[in-house]
């Protein structure tokens, strides 16, 4: 099945499917509400931009030498840099906005595209903190944002310029006398062309790159400008990768211009539409790509892709609405969800509660921030320019989310939520299994109940037999007529005040919840 759009059934498992996919989780609420649209007009519906987010990262750490007042936000107030303790502190409390945004993405891929460009161009600010002041970062995040769902070009012209990246590959000391070729190795093996067969590139367009970047840098107060004094005017020839194109040197303010014009050099190869189209498809549906896949998905894709003008929401939609994103096999859980697919997917699955208080959002976004340090994968720390393994290290790719360690460590966590909670600061995140059946539309009927829950929490179908054994064992307490978790739930809603029918209920629910959540197949996504 190639990009011909979908025109099967549209139901459950397909919106699920899309859910998990583009968003974090699949809510209840969100499933029943895109099951009243098409396909179609849920996949345009999920594309849509949401606004810049309404709030600022705030003072969470206490003392800052520069004045800022407790949950008063440190974005352009104070210094820019005093020293790394109070960077480092900024960078936390940054880290754990981020998570909030995470958290409340809402009904839009946004936020999820945001971080897919996170690890594209990725950066570790926690090696940087005595160099970059955490304004930048928080900068680069609203570029990034900005500029996530519209034109690829642009948001390489922006992130090329970007401060943060400057100084962290080098380009803020990118001059004539000495040019520094990092940013521009990194420009074409992973921004834009990548490393694949039909990248063709050579040393002497690293080289090339280097100089025509030359000059791009930042001043005493961290602002991005053009120093003409240091751009290398002289022509620039590229290698018949690029068709031996010459950007043409200039000299003054002009100089800056060359960028424009290497940029379209880069994108008007074959490759570079492809090599994005490749992360896009190991990102949304799957992390191999084979021959067949090559021609009858990433070919066609990038083709739209480059007519498009490089248009991210046009090649999203083609893909998401395809009839190949919707085929058994692609959409029979077959990646495993990263660490914070799995955190944040299941605060939103279940509806985890969040306090409201600055101090309780704070508290529970760190918590979750942790966990997801612990599992691998902390946001603004990527350890390597080329993003986290998992989603570039072949064979293994997304497995690599998965070890002795961090699958032992996600199930504690889950075990922890499900049971006493996670605490810190008296803010407890903790699962209320009751609160969840009473999304599903029949908590009272145990065979509803089980293909209901299994229908958000797992992917993979489950077994009738195992079915039946779950709800023999857990809900039924090895009982084999139904009607004992009937009316078990029914004495409950009743009177919520019981406390033996709320224990009855709440304690075969956590059995049954935590169960699903230790099985392998609930870190599919």
Excluded at 251 to 265: C, F, H, I, P, Q
């Amino acid at each position: 099945m190639g990009i011909s759009e979908y025109t099967g059934t549209w139901d459950t498992p397909q919106v699920v499917h899309l859910l998990k996919r583009t968003l974090f989780g699949a809510a209840v609420q969100d499933i029943n509400y895109f099951k009243t649209r098409t396909m179609s007009q849920a996949v345009d519906e999920l594309l849509q931009p949401t606004p810049i987010p309404a709030t600022v990262p705030l003072n969470n750490y206490g003392n800052d030498p520069t004045g800022v007042a407790p949950w008063q936000t440190w974005i352009n107030t104070g210094l820019l840099y005093v020293d790394a303790d109070m960077n480092t502190n900024r960078l936390d409390s940054l880290q754990c906005w981020w998570v909030g945004q995470l958290l409340n993405c809402g009904r839009s891929i946004h936020e999820k595209m945001t971080l897919f460009w996170h690890n594209h161009f990725a950066m570790d600010a926690t090696v940087h903190f005595e160099d970059i002041p955490c304004r930048l970062w928080y900068n680069q995040y609203l570029t990034l944002r900005q500029n996530a769902l519209g034109n690829f070009q642009a948001l390489v012209k922006s992130i090329t310029l970007d401060p943060a990246m400057l100084i962290y590959l080098n380009g803020s000391t990118n001059f004539k006398t000495s040019p520094n070729e990092n940013f521009g190795r990194e420009l074409q093996e992973l921004y834009t062309i990548g490393k694949g067969s039909g990248s063709q590139y050579i040393q002497d367009d690293v080289y090339a790159a280097a100089r025509v970047l030359t000059g791009h840098t930042v001043d005493a107060n961290y602002n991005y400008v053009f120093l003409p004094g240091q751009h290398d005017d002289l022509n620039k020839e590229f290698s018949g990768f690029y068709s031996n194109h010459i950007v043409t040197g200039y000299s003054g303010n002009n100089g800056a211009n060359e960028l424009d014009e290497m940029l379209s050099m880069i994108f008007s190869t074959q490759e570079c539409a492809r090599f994005i189209c490749r992360k896009l498809y190991n990102f949304f549906v799957y992390y191999k790509i084979d021959s067949t896949v090559e021609t009858n998905v990433i070919d066609p894709l990038a083709e739209i892709f480059r007519s498009s003008g490089y248009n991210i929401t046009t090649v999203l939609s083609t893909l998401l609405k395809s009839q190949h994103f919707y085929d058994l096999v692609n959409s029979g859980a077959c990646i495993i969800k990263s660490p914070l697919d799995m955190l944040i997917g299941l605060s939103r699955e279940y509806q985890v509660v969040i306090p409201t208080s600055q101090e309780g959002q704070y508290a529970a976004w760190s918590m979750l921030n942790e966990r997801a340090a612990i599992l691998q994968q902390e946001i603004m720390a990527i350890e390597l320019v080329a993003g986290w393994d998992a989603y570039r290290q072949s064979p293994q790719y997304h497995e690599l989310w998965i070890n002795s360690v961090t699958y032992t460590a996600r199930n504690f966590y889950t075990d922890l939520l499900i049971g006493k909670g996670d605490m810190m600061s008296g803010v407890t995140l903790q699962i209320d299994p009751i609160a969840f059946a009473r999304l599903l539309p029949a908590p009272h009927d145990p065979n509803k109940l089980i293909a209901d829950s299994l229908s958000v929490l797992i992917r993979p179908p489950m077994s009738d037999s195992n079915v039946t054994l779950l709800k023999q064992s857990i809900l039924l307490g090895n009982l084999s007529n139904d009607i004992y978790w009937t009316n078990a739930w029914l004495a409950y809603t009743a009177d919520p005040t019981d406390m033996n029918a709320y224990t009855t209920v709440s304690s075969k629910l956590r059995a049954l919840y935590k169960y699903l959540m230790n099985l392998p197949e609930y870190h599919l996504s």
